[in-house]
């Protein structure tokens, strides 16, 4: 009987184990040329099967070389916005500038520390509102700002400057949105300051908005820059106030983290016999394809690496002579 137990739990065990076992997968890739042109779709053929299929075209940002480690790219910093014009027969009532030697950014920004800084005009560089209009969100466009800092340990600070003549109509209205500067690397972009990020501070020549109510003040809230004055009377005296947000400093480089696959087939998907992919840019690539099974007792991975060879889109395709690619 002692005997007869022990024989039904091994078999029990070993029926356990085989049921939990994950297969490796088994399919392969193949093109029907290594070398093809730039922008002609590239036809990978896929055989066998497996649960799940991931890409990696081998161009920069999508190696699977890269998969476990962190690319540390340079970038440049781009500005970007957007403005709504409302209210007002005054478009031109706004300047944006930049200064690298403004004083303030110990604490609360006053009219001394701005009239006190040098300012670069940057405004026709943007693209502003010229219709009068509610809701209607102008895109400003995109600068570059790297050129602004003198060296790493500079900062800059922007400023959007509200400056309305007594006697040219009624005060006009900017709303800014989405404001945010981006670093820009040659795989993608991240955020580097986001709204709010930006530290924006109103700052007023009190003496010019002395007959406004607080209520009609410039104002920044979470999201948005608001620019006005009196709502329907025509100014008697200048208005004036300064938006200045920093500080910000220039980021040379960006942590783009690991370099991500493309999934082409989910567990649930059908297994595909082809996938299309096209490359821009000449050049040789490793393209890698890596089939996973997958399961609570376990995962299993088999890579598959095709070597193609991007050529300019003139002339003919010659494949490469035996060999040349078996290093």
């Known amino acids: ?65 890269h998969r476990l480690e962190d690319r540390i790219m340079e970038n440049a910093m781009y500005i970007t916005f957007g403005t709504t014009y409302t209210n007002g027969t005054n478009p031109s009532s706004i300047q944006f500038m930049w200064s690298s030697d403004f004083a303030g950014m ?41 050129g602004f800092f003198p060296d790493e340990k500079t900062p800059v600070y922007l400023c959007y400057y509200y400056n309305v003549k007594a006697g040219q109509g009624i005060c006009s209205y900017f709303n800014i949105q ?56 025509n100014p008697v005296k200048d208005k004036e106030a300064w938006i200045v947000g920093g500080p910000f400093y220039k980021m040379s480089s960006l942590n783009m983290g690991p370099d991500r696959a493309v999934a082409i087939k989910a567990n649930s998907d059908p297994m595909p016999s082809l996938y299309q992919y096209t490359f821009e840019t000449p050049g040789e690539y490793t393209v890698t394809f890596v089939g996973i099974n997958a399961s609570v007792y376990g995962r299993k991975e088999v890579v598959r690496e095709v070597r193609i060879k991007v050529v300019d889109d003139a002339g003919s395709v010659v494949s490469p002579s035996e060999g040349e690619w078996n290093d």
């Open 106 to 146: 110990d604490g609360a920004y006053t009219q001394a520390d701005v009239e006190s800084a040098t300012w670069h005009d940057i405004s026709d560089r943007f693209t502003w509102p010229k219709e009068n209009k509610e809701g209607l969100i102008v895109p400003a466009g995109e600068l570059d700002m790297s």
């Open 178 to 233: 989405g404001f945010k500067i981006n670093g820009v690397t040659p795989i993608g972009t991240e955020e580097a300051y986001t709204f709010g990020d930006c530290n924006w501070q109103v700052v007023l020549n009190k003496d010019s908005y002395s007959d406004v109510k607080s209520t009609y003040y410039p104002d920044v809230n979470t999201k948005r820059i608001l620019m006005r004055s009196t709502k329907t009377a």
């Open 1 to 65: 009987m002692k005997k007869a137990t022990i024989f039904l739990l091994a078999t029990l065990v070993l029926t356990a184990c085989e049921r939990g076992e994950v297969e490796t997968p088994k399919f392969e890739v193949s093109v029907a040329s290594n070398v093809v042109k730039a922008g002609t779709p590239v036809d990978f053929a896929i055989s066998g099967h497996t649960d799940m299929v991931s890409f990696y075209s081998g161009e920069s940002g999508n190696e699977y070389s």
